[in-house]
């Protein structure tokens, strides 16, 4: 195997064990309601915590990746969030709940935006979209074998030791990463020097990016690409966090399902984003190829964005779990439809500067996350139905594809 996919394969690990991490409180949610006396209110803000935590560190962490590389940033935050996972299960009421989930999406911040910026030194551009497509079908996938395996974890050994359990395998990733990683090709050991060559000669260069000199945040706001990466972000994880937060719980109470077939129907929307993520990798590849860099970013975006504001609505109007479950897959379908484009755009006009480029993009993005754990919870309550969740997600994603209708991927920052 060439040394690049070795690298692929590491990242599409930790794209897996990130989100196992992940969606475990949301199926441990019920033990732990029980176990600390939580409303469903105050769940809302304990997974919004999570959110907060990775929206606010995502820049610093993206600066981090891009001062000290993949390699020390990667092994160090993946270190820190297993510990955190681990502490999970000692939480001992709602504020220390809080408190450490915050903390757990502070250390998991760095994750994308450090890899990103492995993608930068270590893939051809034309290369990029399918290898991010992979990455995040890792975090779908993980997501999906984590709803009915954890939830047979926390049937058989409680919730508190299942965290304990996840925080140990995150530490050996860490070690193992921080071994046999290095951060480009040419300080890698045993690569053959064939592959180095190609990787070198197809790999981006530098042309409106001063190394060394990241853009300011003038420069960042004020860019069309970046506002647009800003805003349709912002509504792809409106609608994802929803499956990684309240869908195991809102497929249960509302069809009246035990844990286990809960887990099992969930299961559905992560594999349909797994999936999603390589048509859209495969898509932003295949059109680049063909020569129109700036159609292989915003035709596959704009395509799944249409879908997930279908797919929201649709479920609306469903009588069984089966039917509800079938329409959220083709949202979340679409939705991770959007993830490789939205990726390659960051490292397109990032350049050296990919990890700050993409954290200030999933900041935003998770500024999205944060509020959809708080958003569904309370609009219910207010409005006395969940109906309105889903046309407040489904107008976000129309608004997303106008976004990618202004994208000019090729004039980077300066456009």
């Known amino acids: 195997m060439k040394a690049r996919h070795l690298v692929a394969v590491g990242m599409f690990l930790l794209a897996l064990l990130l989100y196992i991490d992940r969606i475990c409180i949301s199926v441990a949610k019920d033990p732990i309601a029980d176990a600390l006396s939580l409303s469903d209110k105050a769940m809302g803000w304990v997974l919004s915590a999570f959110a907060l935590g990775y929206a606010l560190f995502q820049v610093p962490s993206g600066m981090l990746a891009d001062r000290y590389g993949p390699r020390r940033v990667l092994s160090g935050i993946v270190g820190i969030w297993s510990v955190v996972t681990a502490l999970t299960g000692a939480a001992w009421n709602f504020l220390s709940l809080v408190i450490i989930r915050f903390i757990f999406g502070a250390g998991e911040a760095g994750a994308f ?105 003038q420069e960042l706001l004020s860019s069309k690409n970046m506002q647009s990466a800003i805003v349709q972000y912002f509504a792809s994880n409106f609608t994802f966090f929803f499956a990684l937060t309240w869908l195991f719980p809102y497929i249960k109470s509302t069809y009246e399902l035990d844990a286990m077939q809960a887990g099992w129907y969930s299961v559905a929307p992560f594999v349909a984003g797994a999936a999603g993520n390589w048509l859209g990798g495969g898509a932003v590849d295949a059109i680049f190829k063909k020569g129109n860099w700036n159609a292989s970013r915003n035709l596959p975006a704009m395509v799944g964005f249409a879908l997930a504001a279908v797919g929201l609505i649709g479920s609306i109007f469903m009588t069984t779990p089966l039917g509800a479950i079938f329409m959220i897959s083709i949202a979340i379908f679409g939705a991770d439809m959007t993830l490789p484009p939205s990726w390659a755009l960051c490292v397109d006009i990032g350049k050296k500067h990919a990890g700050m480029v993409s954290g200030t993009m999933n900041m935003a993005g998770n500024i999205g996350s944060f509020l959809t754990a708080l958003a569904f919870p309370y609009l219910t309550a207010w409005m006395g139905s969940t109906d309105y969740f889903f046309y407040t997600a489904a107008a976000l994603n129309g608004i997303a594809i106008w976004m990618w209708w202004r994208v000019k991927a090729e004039r980077g920052l300066a456009y």
């Open 113 to 217: 935006p450090g890899m990103s910026r492995a993608i930068y030194s270590w893939f051809p551009l034309r290369e990029r979209g399918l290898v991010t497509g992979i990455n995040f079908s890792g975090s779908r996938l993980g997501a999906a074998f984590a709803l009915p395996f954890v939830a047979w974890m926390i049937e058989s050994y409680t919730w508190r030791t299942t965290f304990f359990i996840l925080g140990g395998i995150g530490l050996v990733w860490a070690l193992l990463w921080w071994y046999f990683f290095r951060d480009t090709p040419e300080e890698q050991i045993g690569i053959n020097e064939e592959e180095k060559a190609y990787i070198i000669a197809n790999r981006q260069t530098e042309t409106d990016t001063v190394a060394g000199k990241p853009p300011g945040r």
